[in-house]
């Protein structure tokens, strides 16, 4: 197998078992355990603010320790942290292990992004997006399959049992991949230091790198408010767990299947134009989401949201690939995780606050309107970075 398919594997088993942890059984099972909705948020948000403070030192480290190595490392944190679920008998336990939890694709993501963007530069937003939809493809079955599950075994346990399972396989595959020629010229610890560090500030010194970040943050306090409350919401207008699930799927599969096609485009109309779309988009159908009762009307809606999240995610991830040089690239790709989980941490926080003093419409719909906001001040302020 090749290395790329191997990450393309890889990718799809790591985001299948970690997003049944995480959405919809995470928030019901934080709402099980008497969490109110702002803690909920937390809660959701928890790996998240995991990856803000870990991406940038994996990344930067990858550069000088090693893609394999490090992704072996993420992939230990997706096997293990699922058994612990079922001792969970508090919110505050809950809260704890998806800190925990949040590691695994905080090493584990800008590693596997800087490797696929180490491949060819040739065609690099087609690839990109093929690697990101081999995750959104595991996306799109956890919640689906956890969804399911739950609703089938009213169990837990069960799910997060199972969860482990998985998450013992990427390790497997990872550890396949062929070792890789030493990346670091430092020969001491000191050396090897200064080159973690420097790596860090020439990518931080980047504006536009910081820019391409800034905006799939945007994008992703949008969609961490819909992937944290819908399964509430759902729950709320009378669907049961399956129906959620099914809701869910129609957004996340929408964003595989189209990633790949919306980097090629983006390889081919320059990265700004896709960016400023999809951004757009998801401005435009989120704030509608909360004002449907209907499961039909909600098939739709949620797809087209995923929608907009495909045309920007792989031309802001291929942007911050063209910028640096292939030493940084991990580096790069920790920055661009750090401030898009940010980003991601933000929307169910903000959400849970709003939701708990406004109610769902205007929470959604006032997330929205900072989403379009942030699309228009890049219209109107920013030449095209990828010119």
Known sequence: MSPFLALVLAGFLARFGYQMARSPVLPRFAQDLGATPELIGVIVAASTVTGVVIKLPAGALSDVLGRKRMMLLGCAFFAAPPFLYPFVQSPGALLALRFLHGFATAIFSPVASAFVADLSQRGRGERLGWFA???????????????????????????????????????????????????????????????????????????????????????????????????????????????????????????????????????????????????????????????????????????????????????????????????RMGSAMGVFGTIWDSGEAAGPILAGVLIASLSYPPAFGLIAAFMAATALLFLLAVKDPGA
Do not use: H
Request: net charge positive; with cysteine; hydrophobic share 50%.
């Open 133 to 327: 939809a081999s995750g959104d493809l595991g996306s799109t079955l956890g919640p689906l399959v956890g969804g399911l599950l739950l609703f089938y075994t009213a169990s837990y346990p069960m799910t997060y049992l199972t969860v482990g399972v998985l998450g013992l396989l990427p390790l497997l595959i990872v550890l396949r991949l062929p070792d890789e020629a030493p990346r670091s010229t430092g020969a001491t610890l000191r050396a090897r230091s200064a080159e973690f560090w420097s790596g860090i500030a020439e990518v931080l010194r980047s504006r536009a790198v910081l820019v391409a970040s800034a905006l799939e943050a945007a994008l992703y306090v949008g969609y961490g408010a819909f992937l944290g409350f819908f399964p509430t919401y759902g729950k709320g207008i009378g669907l049961n767990d399956a129906q959620i699930a099914l809701v869910m799927g129609a957004q996340l599969g929408t964003t595989m299947l189209a990633k790949p096609l919306s980097g090629r485009l983006s390889d081919r109309l320059g990265r700004k134009p896709m960016i400023l779309a999809g951004l757009l988009l998801c401005a435009a159908t989120l704030p509608l989401i909360p004002t449907l009762t209907s499961l039909w009307l909600l098939f739709p809606v949620s797809a087209l949201f995923g929608l907009g999240v495909a045309i920007v995610t792989p031309s802001t991830t291929a942007l911050v690939a063209d910028l640096v040089k292939a030493g």
